[in-house]
Every structure is written in structure tokens, then in C-alpha cells.
């Protein structure tokens, strides 16, 4: 973002060439982001900067110090999550959380406050330096509440006179307290951590309900077609989850009592720790399950365990080879981005990043894409955080970040491996991009994901990263975003009318609203009386031509190069969800659930 910001600045007349390079230089020997070092040289107002992001991210900007933020607000995020993404929030009204960004683009950062927080994210944009000295100064303000707070030693106690108001008001300190008090002295703490005896969870977890408990879940996720299994313990219940479909139904409520036993039977199956239950871990499961008569099948799950405040919540994700769909044609692409998509995974180098959150079959796109490529011929390498499916004729690595084997590491070992095609798990930060757009710069095809709305705005994400706008421009063949949304259960599918007004609303034509027939499931055994049964991906694949090329070179918008790439033909996430109503593979309330006009 750091170049493009500049050329920006001088392309509006609001900084010179030359105020420009003495910035880069400064940056270059002191860090930091350019638009605080234009700050700080005084080459240019904070407000003149925001107006400029605002109008390149096309999110709406504000003035910081007109602001009188709530504490309450405050701390509904910690300092520590402040500094990292550079956000202030702002304002609660409701369920919705208003977020002062210096990038409003950094989707991983929304998910983030979005989950800590159990909010809605809005974005409105703010420049670096004010948002720093906001979070300074607000936070200090906070610490200093805390510890008053902390140290008082005086207790107030107001009596009514029972019409609301207060008669009086005593004071007490410390030294004055009666300490032989009979109530005080029947006072008893309750110590939730109780000492950890690992051989009498390790005797439990063998125990023949626990363990049948445990078969039971595996084979039933499996039966009925669950991606997810969560496992959460609370104050006085124990609640297990399946994810179906993208959606989590309540499966079952074991006695609280078994709680330590169902938690260590997992972990000694994963080959974890079961005496540590502070910190988070992460492990596997293998099994060979007995299906269809004597036929074998062999399931992986991964496990990770997360300290809640009433036990460790553990899920486990199902890993079934059998599940994953490798052909292409039968993913959900539209014919024409199919062929968008196969011809540039075909070239010889360049790069093509598929975009989407997490669980939105990014994964299954690109094993896709790798099993069509594999052929004898071909040198394929990746690099993945964790290794989620084992595919023949592919060198797979797990990344250890523990040991220093990150993407970034990874990436540079295999290019002193003679590859043909690599795949990098996710592109996180500058170093990682930067050898990835060199590798495909060098005679490589690099596959990776990036975490971003749409296509179009993946261009800015890379160039906020610090990736000069010539080197996205020419590295970069494809970008394509994706969403998994239900499918209509078939067995249960009937006929539904819709009002003409509610197809108009959602993207159809005032004509084609008025003749479409839509269609729902009803419910039935095959479902699990959800209506729904199996996913189906949307997907926005953009090409990229040597007209967006141009835009990327001056410095275009997100916005600008959506409205090209339509131009172009590009099928937009609405646009791909339009025609799966259209078809009748779906619902409306599916595609208006995951994608925006």
C-alpha cells in the first residue's frame, strides 16, 4: 500500500516527487508505514491522508478527535489487539461494533475482533497516526482506572430510606473492620483448579462408556456427513455439535461428570498432553472404520483443544479423502470461469490466488487445481498449515513455526528444489508475498489464498503489504474468490413462490422476476429434516487482462477494477449465486446469507 499510497498523493497534486522520495528514504532507514512518515516530516495533514484512503477503499472516513469513546467500548478489545491490527473501536450500537481501521480491507482482522468480540464488524477508516495516539491515550486512561480501582482500600456503604433516595453514607477503611464476625468466618472459597491427576484421567478416559462415546460420535459425524465435531464444556452443561453443511446443529448433551474422561479419551487418541489444560494444542486422529460390508475406510480428524473458562472446548475436524472433490467440473464453477480457471493454472508461471474466509472450500479448489497438474513431468511442492489431505506424486510440507519453518522459509527451500508448481498455504505477510511473486516472476506457477471480500480487492491487500503495484501487475494471472453455500435437498425439493419484488430485490431482471420459479426442501429423513443436503461453491473468477493490468499500474480502486472486470465478463459471488437460483440448486435466503449485491 506504502507506493501505491504515494503515487496517489502525487497523481491528486497533495505531494511532490520529491517530498515522495525524501518519505521512501525515511522510511527505509526508520520503518514504519509511509503515511505516518508524512506525518512525521510534516510533508501532509492526517486529514488529507484519510480523505485519500477513504475514497480508496470505499469505506467511510472519521476524525478521531471528535470522539468520546465509552470505556465500556474500550475494553471490549485488549491493547494487545489494538496495536496488532491498528483499529480503535469506536462505538456499539447493538449487535454491530463500529471499528476506527487503517485498513479496512484486513479481513483477517475483522474475523478476529468479529470472534473475540461476538459482534458485527463496521469498518471506518482512520490514518495511522491518529489511531496510534488514540489507542495511547485511551488505553492509558483505561490502565489508570484499573488500578484505582485496584488499590482502594475503602469500602462505601449507602443505606436507603427506602423512597430511592440515600440517608447516609459510611465510610469504612480496613483497620476498622470486625474481623470476628460469625458470617466472615463462614466464608469458603471455591477452587476451580483443582490439582491434575493424570493417572486417574488416563484410567477414566479407558473406561467402556467413555469410550463407546467417543466411537459413537466419529462414526455418526461420518454418517451424517459432518465436517466438524465440538465438543464445549460450560458451568453446568456439556453440549456436543456437528457441523452439517456449513451449519452447527445440537447433537448432544452428555452428563457434565464425563467431561475430564470424554476430553482425555480424545487427547491420548491425538497423542496429546493430558495433564496440560492452560494452553491450546493441536494433534491427530487416524482410524479405520469397517463401512459397506468388509471394505475399509481410513479417516483422519484433526483435534485442537482450546482453555475455555469451564474445561477445554475440543473440536475435530473430519478429514474423509473420500469426500474430496477433485473434479473441477463438479465444484460449482460456471462454465465460462471454468475456462477463466483452467486456462491459467495451465500457464507455465505467474500467480493465482484463490480468495475466501476460512471454510469456504479454498482447500478443495486448490487440490483440485494440483491433481490436474500432476503428472510425471512435473516438479509440485507445498507448503501447508496443517497438511489437510496426503496426495500422491506431490511433495508435501507441514509448516513448524515453532522451529522457524514458516511459509517464508518454505518458499525458499523449494526454489533451490527445481520445482514447476508450488502451492503456499496463505500469503500473511510481506516476506511471504514478496518470494512468492518472485518465484512467479522466475518460470514458476505459484498457487496460494489470501484472505479478502472479493477478487478485486485482493489487488489492494497485496499492495498493502508493501508489494510495488508493477510487480502485482505482472505477476499475478488470476484471482478468484469463492463461497460455499447449501444446496436444495432433492429428495424434498418443492416448487416455492416468491414475490417478483423479493427476485428484483436480490439481483434478477423486473422480467425474468416475474417468470422464475424458485425452490425449497421441505424436509425429509435424507436431510435431517434440514431442507439442505450437500454444499456447492460460489465462485468470482478474475482474469487478469491487460486492461486491469493498466488500472493496477495507476493506482485504481477495488471499485474501479470490479467495474472493469465486469466489463470484461467477469460472474460476480451474487452473480454466480443468480444463476444457482436460477437453476434451482438453492435458495435465495443461501446466496443473500453469503454474498452482497
Given at each position: 500500500m506504502s507506493a501505491k499510497l504515494g503515487e496517489i498523493l502525487v497523481r491528486e497534486n497533495l505531494l511532490s516527487p520529491q517530498q515522495l522520495r525524501e518519505a521512501l528514504d525515511y522510511q527505509r532507514t526508520n520503518g514504519g508505514r509511509l503515511g505516518l512518515n508524512l506525518v512525521k516530516l510534516g510533508l501532509i495533514s492526517d486529514d488529507m491522508i484519510t480523505a485519500v484512503l477513504s475514497r480508496q477503499y470505499g469505506v467511510p472516513s472519521v476524525n478521531l478527535d471528535l470522539f468520546n469513546i465509552e470505556e465500556s467500548v474500550i475494553r471490549l478489545i485488549t491493547r494487545e489487539v489494538a496495536?496488532?491490527?491498528?483499529?480503535?473501536?469506536?462505538?456499539?450500537?447493538?449487535?454491530?461494533?463500529?471499528?476506527?481501521?487503517?485498513?479496512?480491507?484486513n479481513v483477517f482482522a475483522m474475523d478476529d475482533i468479529k470472534f473475540m468480540t461476538g459482534l458485527n464488524i463496521e469498518p471506518v477508516v482512520v490514518s495511522e497516526a491518529s489511531v496510534q495516539e488514540a489507542i495511547d491515550t485511551y488505553y492509558s486512561q483505561s490502565r489508570e482506572i484499573e488500578l484505582v480501582g485496584a488499590a482502594s482500600s475503602t469500602v462505601t456503604v449507602q443505606n436507603g430510606n427506602g423512597n430511592g433516595s440515600f440517608t447516609d453514607s459510611v465510610h469504612y477503611t480496613l483497620d476498622k473492620l470486625d474481623f470476628d464476625d460469625e458470617a466472615a468466618q463462614g466464608l469458603e472459597v471455591i477452587d476451580d483448579n483443582d490439582e491434575i491427576d493424570v493417572s486417574n484421567l488416563a484410567r477414566m478416559s479407558e473406561d467402556a462408556p467413555v469410550v463407546r462415546l467417543v466411537n459413537v460420535l466419529m462414526v455418526d459425524s461420518l454418517r451424517r456427513g459432518a465436517s466438524d465435531i465440538h465438543i464445549e464444556p460450560y458451568e453446568?452443561?456439556?453440549?456436543?455439535?456437528?457441523?452439517?453443511?456449513?451449519?452447527?446443529?445440537?447433537?448432544?448433551?452428555?452428563?457434565?461428570?464425563m467431561r475430564d474422561a470424554l476430553i482425555s479419551r480424545i487427547?491420548?487418541?491425538?497423542?496429546?498432553?493430558?495433564?496440560?489444560?492452560?494452553?491450546?494444542?493441536?494433534?491427530?486422529?487416524k482410524i479405520k472404520l469397517k463401512a459397506d460390508g468388509n471394505r475399509a475406510r481410513e479417516l483422519d480428524f484433526r483435534v485442537s483443544t482450546l482453555p475455555t473458562l469451564f474445561g477445554e472446548k475440543v473440536v475435530l475436524r473430519l478429514l474423509d479423502k473420500e469426500r474430496l472433490m477433485l473434479d473441477m467440473t463438479r465444484l460449482g464453477f460456471e462454465p465460462e470461469s471454468l475456462v477463466k480457471f483452467q486456462r491459467n493454472i495451465a500457464r507455465p508461471y505467474g500467480m493465482v490466488l484463490v480468495t475466501g474466509p476460512t471454510g469456504s472450500g479454498k482447500t478443495n479448489t486448490l487440490y483440485s487445481a494440483l491433481q490436474s497438474l500432476n503428472t510425471p513431468e512435473t516438479n509440485i511442492m507445498t507448503a501447508e498449515d496443517p497438511v489437510e489431505f496426503n496426495l500422491a506424486g506431490i511433495n508435501q510440507v507441514q509448516m513448524k513455526e515453532q522451529i522457524g519453518l514458516n511459509f517464508a522459509a518454505a518458499l525458499r527451500s523449494f526454489l533451490r528444489q527445481d520445482p514447476n508448481i508450488v502451492l503456499v498455504g496463505e500469503i500473511r505477510d510481506f516476506e511471504t508475498a514478496e518470494i512468492a511473486i518472485k518465484a512467479a516472476l522466475?518460470?514458476?506457477?505459484?498457487?496460494?489464498?489470501?484472505?479478502?471480500?472479493?477478487?478485486?480487492?485482493?489487488?489492494?491487500?497485496?499492495?498493502?503489504?508493501?508489494?510495488?503495484?508493477?510487480?502485482?501487475?505482472?505477476?499475478?494471472?488470476?484471482?478468484?474468490?469463492?463461497?460455499?453455500?447449501?444446496?436444495?435437498?432433492?429428495?424434498?425439493?418443492?416448487?416455492?413462490a416468491m414475490p417478483p419484488e423479493a427476485l428484483a430485490e436480490v439481483g434478477f431482471s423486473p422480467e425474468e422476476a416475474t417468470q422464475l420459479k424458485t425452490y425449497r426442501g421441505t424436509g425429509c429423513q435424507t436431510c435431517n429434516n434440514t431442507g439442505y443436503k450437500g454444499r456447492i461453491g460460489l465462485y468470482e473468477v478474475m482474469e487478469i487482462t491487460d486492461d486491469i493490468r493498466e488500472l493496477i499500474l495507476v493506482g485504481a480502486s477495488a471499485l474501479e477494477l470490479r467495474k472493469r472486470a465486469v466489463e470484461d465478463g467477469m460472474i460476480t459471488l451474487r452473480g454466480s449465486?443468480?444463476?444457482?437460483?436460477r437453476d434451482g440448486v438453492t435458495t435465495i435466503e443461501e446466496v443473500v446469507r453469503e454474498t452482497v449485491a
Open positions: 496495536d496488532k491490527y491498528s483499529v480503535l473501536p469506536l462505538s456499539r450500537v447493538g449487535a454491530t461494533l463500529t471499528l476506527a481501521m487503517v485498513d479496512p480491507t453446568k452443561d456439556l453440549r456436543i455439535r456437528f457441523r452439517i453443511d456449513g451449519v452447527l446443529y445440537d447433537v448432544m448433551h452428555p452428563p457434565l461428570r487427547k491420548i487418541m491425538s497423542k496429546l498432553d493430558i495433564s496440560e489444560k492452560r494452553l491450546p494444542q493441536d494433534g491427530r486422529i522466475t518460470g514458476h506457477l505459484v498457487l496460494s489464498t489470501l484472505h479478502t471480500n472479493d477478487a478485486p480487492s485482493t489487488i489492494s491487500r497485496l499492495m498493502n503489504m508493501g508489494i510495488e503495484p508493477f510487480l502485482v501487475a505482472t505477476s499475478v494471472n488470476l484471482i478468484q474468490a469463492q463461497r460455499l453455500i447449501r444446496r436444495v435437498c432433492a429428495d424434498c425439493k418443492v416448487e416455492q449465486g443468480l444463476r444457482k437460483i
